[in-house]
């Protein structure tokens, strides 16, 4: 079990860019599944990217071509990168390392 802290998040407008973080507290060279969700308002949480060595790299449809998920094993750190952001991708983002979850970040894309 991992704990996990993430930075990135905040209010930006529609076609602006963020890239969020999701520190782990030990490394995380053995940890194969990584991803980001994300729960909008009214709604149940999402996948948006996901990476492993058996699926390669998943997005949810409506992300595909701006944002990208990255991993530094070296500062044991997850990203998701996001660009052309806009107020549909409102929501509170969550990393998840094989089960355990981050606290999450508000991201708010006003128009």
């Known amino acids: 079990q991992v704990h996990l802290v993430q930075s990135g998040g905040g209010l930006v407008q529609s076609g602006e860019s963020l890239r969020l973080s999701c520190v782990a507290s030990?490394?995380?060279?053995?940890?194969?599944?990584m991803g980001w969700y994300r729960q909008r308002s009214g709604k149940q949480r999402e996948l948006v990217a996901l990476?492993?060595?058996?699926?390669?790299?998943i997005y949810t449809d409506s992300v595909k071509g701006r944002f990208t998920i990255s991993r530094d094993n070296s500062k044991n750190t997850l990203y998701l990168q996001m660009n052309d952001l806009a107020p549909e991708d409102t929501g509170v983002y969550f990393c998840?390392?094989?089960?355990?979850w981050g606290e999450g970040t508000q991201v708010t894309v006003s128009s």
């Open positions: 998840n390392m094989q089960g355990d």
């Open positions: 030990g490394s995380i060279l053995g940890i194969d599944a």
């Open positions: 990476s492993s060595s058996g699926s390669g790299t």
